[in-house]
């Protein structure tokens, strides 16, 4: 989904974004999430979710939860959905601005690696302390090395949607830990380039913040699975109770 704390990105990046993730099975991608919270979330829960970018993961997840409120810090994502029967917030998931709390806060497709410092981290599931309920969840996925390493390994595509041509240049640096992301994009009038930076932390690293937040890991799943999540996995989901 979008960053969640750079406003220099998914502004051009946005008008491709359907195009980019046009093999996505989202209602596959929501199932998933339903089957890791239902036993602990009612269908009469609101529930909020960081980073959601143009709504379509939210679209199908409210077959489960129809009280959705979807929050990203890209105004021109949120913009891009169509989707109107979802609640929506643009704001930065660092520092929300809920004053109620949630029984279930999620967030996808690694928005979380956006944070590229530890200050950021650390600020980020303080602030999910702050708005999840005493016995709520949040539940969220991260890319790990392994993911990288196999995606630089085919580092360009290009192509084109409605009349916009893009270029996409994927590196990653083992010793930063910086994954990026790097899009020249062209119209008929204008060229832009937005350069969407990750930071990949090393598995255990996540338990530290979260504890450190004064939350706690429940379950980490190897993404998209119910088996144990690892620092081999390619993608993790984590469970974070309060």
Known sequence: MSNPSD???????????????????????????????????????????????????????????????????????????????????????????????????????????????????????IEIKRILNKDGIFTFDVSLERNSLKHVKEPFRKGKYKGIYFVQKSKYSPRSRIHSNIFNIETETEKFCENHRQKIYPFEEYFRFIEKAGLYVSECFEAFTFNNGNAECERVQFVVRN
């Open 7 to 125: 406003t220099k990105i998914y502004i051009k990046v946005a008008d491709i974004y359907p195009y980019l993730m046009r093999s996505i099975r989202y209602d596959k991608w929501a199932k998933y999430i339903y089957e890791v919270v239902k036993s602990s979330v009612k269908s009469t829960d609101t529930i909020l979710e960081l980073g959601a970018g143009n709504g379509k993961l939210a679209y199908h997840f409210k077959k489960y939860y129809p009280h959705i409120i979807i929050t990203d810090l890209s105004f021109n994502m949120l913009n891009q959905g169509g989707i109107s029967s979802v609640s929506k917030i643009c704001c930065d998931m660092l520092n929300t601005p809920f004053n109620s709390k949630f029984n279930l806060i999620y967030s996808a497709f690694d928005s979380v690696n956006y944070l590229t410092s530890h200050k950021k981290m650390l600020s980020f599931f």
